[in-house]
């Protein structure tokens, strides 16, 4: 079974910083699928950023990066510029290549300060 | 953009009775859906998958006869919690598959609170 582990319960950064969420997965297949998941306080679930685990490049939706480490089994996402609006939950996601279910980290709870 | 919705949003009802939490596709079709339950501070987890036409597939753990889902068609699946408990109270969250180019993708309904007193 696949697992999806955050270390870091909360973490916070100022407005205009930048800050790194980590995240690491164990799996034994060699397709499968990662994604950062936002939840601001609405509870709205919003797809942040997802990467393919046969694409050696990172991912990046603007402000949104990640740092895709397969041979570590590491999956982190890195927000530039942060903005007060970046305050959520933060779930960390894997999919199997041939599943459709995704597996959850217990979330990451960011503050962007002013 | 894939825009799922849910009612009700909130929901309150007494221990014993039936509640049913319904899950819309609004601008797509979605063979596929999923119901999630989330505590307080804590992840999402998986209850079951569920497909139009067919019987739902349910996570390990969770009770098919208490949480009946229902995906009469394309745009809508529905969940009954059944003899609801104090102990059912949680944030229900669906979601709908659907296919964006060449890859499957999850869009989230906006979730249902339910408490049961």
């Known amino acids: 079974a696949q697992t999806v582990t955050q270390s870091q319960p909360e973490m916070s950064v100022q407005e205009a910083e930048t800050v790194t969420l980590s995240c690491t997965y164990d799996?034994?297949?060699?397709?499968?699928?990662l994604f950062w998941y936002k939840q601001p306080p609405s509870r709205q679930m919003i797809l942040v950023i997802r990467?393919?685990?046969?694409?050696?490049q990172n991912a990046t939706e603007n402000r949104f990066s990640v740092n895709f480490q397969k041979a570590a089994k590491s999956f982190s996402l890195k927000i530039s510029d942060s903005q007060l609006g970046d305050t959520a939950m933060y779930f960390c996601?894997?999919?199997?290549?041939?599943?459709?279910?995704?597996?959850f980290g217990k979330g990451t709870l960011l503050t962007v300060n002013p | 953009g894939a825009v799922v919705s849910q009612h009700p949003s909130r929901v309150i009802c007494k221990s014993g009775t039936s509640v049913k939490i319904e899950c819309r596709s609004l601008?797509?079709?979605?063979?596929?859906m999923f119901w999630y339950r989330q505590f307080p501070k804590q992840s999402l987890m998986l209850m079951a998958t569920?497909?139009?036409?067919?019987?739902?597939?349910?996570e390990q753990g969770v009770e098919k006869d208490k949480f009946l889902i229902n995906h009469a068609s394309l745009t809508l699946s529905t969940l009954t919690v059944t003899s609801a408990h104090p102990e059912d109270s949680s944030f229900y969250i669906c979601?709908?598959?659907?296919?964006?180019?060449?890859?499957?993708?999850?869009?989230f309904g906006p979730g249902t609170r339910l408490t049961v007193t």
């Open positions: 799996t034994s297949e060699s397709n499968y699928y």
């Open positions: 990467q393919e685990a046969y694409k050696q």
């Open positions: 979601s709908a598959r659907v296919r964006t180019g060449t890859l499957y993708e999850q869009y």
């Open positions: 601008d797509f079709q979605a063979t596929t």
């Open positions: 569920s497909n139009e036409g067919s019987k739902a597939t349910y």
């Open positions: 996601a894997f999919r199997g290549g041939s599943n459709y279910k995704l597996t």
